[in-house]
């Protein structure tokens, strides 16, 4: 081996070395080594939904587990990959999925509109319903520790699940609204979500525009809401411009009082992501949600 030969070799092992380290520190402190896949196909509604199911690399079971629901739009599996990112390595299964007629799943895509929500959000219900009857059967889950997760749009879907199927242990729902579909998209209209240019209103003058909204209702979760049993964690941003965060948050408070299980989180600079309103910086919200875990004896 001549020297240039030698000398090559060192200089690549000192850049590769530090590039090993960093990597290994990244999979270690993000759990990811701790995580494995399955690709499967689940039948709903006479469609194959394509879900991935991420579970503990190590450990026996039965472990806890969740089906992920998703917020509006064409979403995929790996759009809710933060989930399976911090929940599976504190010993929960989780179970993601690509919506009907996108990415690997048959079907046809079609958007929720104001009208029809109440029979689309009830079919999304029914998919969702699946893939956790689905997710119950797996060797490694324990059937009875099997909830839902999710956000957004999800708020109005989860519900339903829970109200149907009523043997559903618990859920975790962000930035969820509890108004009517209808006054969701009024609202979003006043806000433009901050993608939209619109004038700009205080908070307490929406709140008084949407006490006086007689527009189109859509589906209305009130009478499902009311119902509910199942033990279910809310977390809000309290500046939240894509959904009614404080009269929703409201609505829940109301309902508490009439004995539904029902745990509200508000940050008080969080935005519709869960990040701060100001910087954009991820709130650190995955430990509120493992303690609530833990105190439905979830995790135990």
């Known amino acids: 081996m001549n020297l ?5 070799k060192v200089i690549a092992a000192t850049l590769f070395l530090p590039l090993t380290l960093v990597f290994g520190v990244l999979v270690y402190v993000t759990g990811i ?21 991420s579970l503990p690399r190590w450990g026996s079971g039965p472990f806890p587990a969740i089906v992920c629901v998703h917020s509006s739009g064409p979403r995929l ?3 809710l990959r933060i989930v399976w990112r911090n929940l599976v390595p504190e010993g929960i299964v ?23 929500s109440e029979q689309q959000l009830r079919s ?16 490694l889950v324990d059937p009875k520790r099997v909830g839902l ?13 829970s109200d149907v199927q009523k043997d559903i242990p618990f ?59 199942t033990p279910t964690f809310w977390l809000f941003g309290e500046k939240d411009i894509d959904i009614p965060a404080r009269r929703s948050a409201t609505i829940l408070k109301n309902l508490q009082t009439q004995g539904t299980t029902f745990t509200i989180k508000i940050y008080p600079n969080g935005d519709h992501n869960l990040q701060d309103y100001d910087t954009g910086s991820q709130l650190n919200y995955w430990p509120d949600i493992v303690d609530w875990l833990r105190h439905q004896q979830v995790l135990k």
């Open 4 to 8: 240039r030969s030698q000398t090559t």
């Open 33 to 53: 080594h701790r995580i494995r896949h399955e690709q499967v196909k689940i039948s709903s509604r006479g469609e194959e939904l394509a879900a991935t199911i």
């Open 77 to 79: 599996a790996q759009d």
């Open 94 to 116: 989780v179970l993601t999925y690509d919506k009907p007629g996108v990415g690997g799943s048959s079907g046809h895509f079609e958007e929720v509109g104001t009208n029809s």
């Open 124 to 139: 999304i219900a029914d998919d969702i319903l699946a893939l956790r009857e689905s997710l119950k059967k797996h060797p």
């Open 149 to 161: 997760f999710g956000g957004s749009q999800a708020g109005w879907i989860i519900p339903i699940a």
């Open 171 to 229: 859920s975790v729902i962000l930035s969820g609204p509890a108004t009517s579909y209808g006054m969701e998209m009024y609202f979003s209209s006043l806000t433009g979500e901050g993608i939209r240019l619109v004038p700009e209103l205080s908070s307490d003058e929406i709140e008084h525009r949407l006490n006086s909204y007689n527009g189109p209702v859509g589906y209305e979760p009130l009478p499902v809401l009311s119902r509910s049993k």
